[in-house]
């Protein structure tokens, strides 16, 4: 059971715009801030949003985040075959002391 | 760029204890801009932090796994460590090590290992 909830799954058809949600709470989410990750089949994760919505350098502007109160969420426009992945949110824990995931979201494009 | 490479072996029996090395390269270990951490993935499943260790020493870890982690550095080689002790076959998983700047806990990865926890 993962700290942060986020959708087992998502789905759009190329062109589309989908968007993944995370929840948190008070001790993670609402008080400090919320970044993203891709996880492309077989490879390592990759940032792709940091400090709740900036992107690093490389990551096109299709990609983009926001939070509010105890959630944030992820939103990637002109849906391409290659977003195909997994998408995670992690955030500092207060009272846990630790960084949080979420249990992470799979994208299909259709 | 920092970039991290894992290292260990692939196999390790029951009861036994995990042993890691995280190299870094393309800067120092000591640099007070970065903290180190880990990170696992069963197969098939999502990401689960393991710990962390900060330039000043001080190291946080996953309450779930507290009890059996240790994270540790070697600034002469430019290297840290993770030691998970008394293993099941639960901690099988690919390990991955990972640099964190500020509220930015883990850019850039490693590329992952692969432990398999079998007798």
């Known amino acids: 059971q993962s700290v942060l909830t986020q959708p087992p799954s998502a789905s759009g058809t190329p062109g589309q715009r989908v968007t993944i949600s995370c929840s948190g709470g008070t001790s993670n989410i609402g008080s400090t801030t919320v970044n993203w990750y891709q996880q492309l089949p077989g490879t390592a994760p990759k940032l792709l949003i940091k400090?709740?919505?900036q992107r690093p350098s490389g990551v096109p502007d299709r990609f983009s985040a926001s939070k509010s109160g105890t959630s944030a969420s992820l939103a990637i426009s002109g849906l391409q075959s290659e977003d195909e992945a997994d998408y995670y949110c992690?955030?500092?824990?207060?009272?846990?002391?630790?960084?949080?995931f979420g249990g992470g979201t799979k994208l299909t494009v259709l | 760029q920092l970039q991290l490479q894992e290292s260990g072996p692939g196999l390790v029996k029951p009861s036994e204890t995990l042993s890691l090395t995280c190299t870094v390269s393309s800067d120092s270990i000591r640099s007070s801009n970065y903290y180190w951490g880990w990170i696992r993935q069963p197969p098939g499943k999502g990401l689960e932090w393991i710990g962390s260790l900060y330039y000043s020493g001080s190291t946080f870890y996953n309450p779930s796994l507290k009890s059996r982690v240790t994270i540790s550095v070697d600034t002469s080689k430019n290297q840290f460590y993770l030691n998970l002790n008394s293993v099941t076959a639960a901690d099988t998983a690919v390990y991955y090590c990972a640099s964190g700047r500020g509220m930015v806990p883990f850019d850039p990865w490693g590329q992952g290992i692969l432990v398999t926890v079998s007798s």
């Open positions: 400090l709740n919505n």
């Open positions: 992690v955030a500092w824990d207060d009272r846990r002391n630790g960084w949080v």
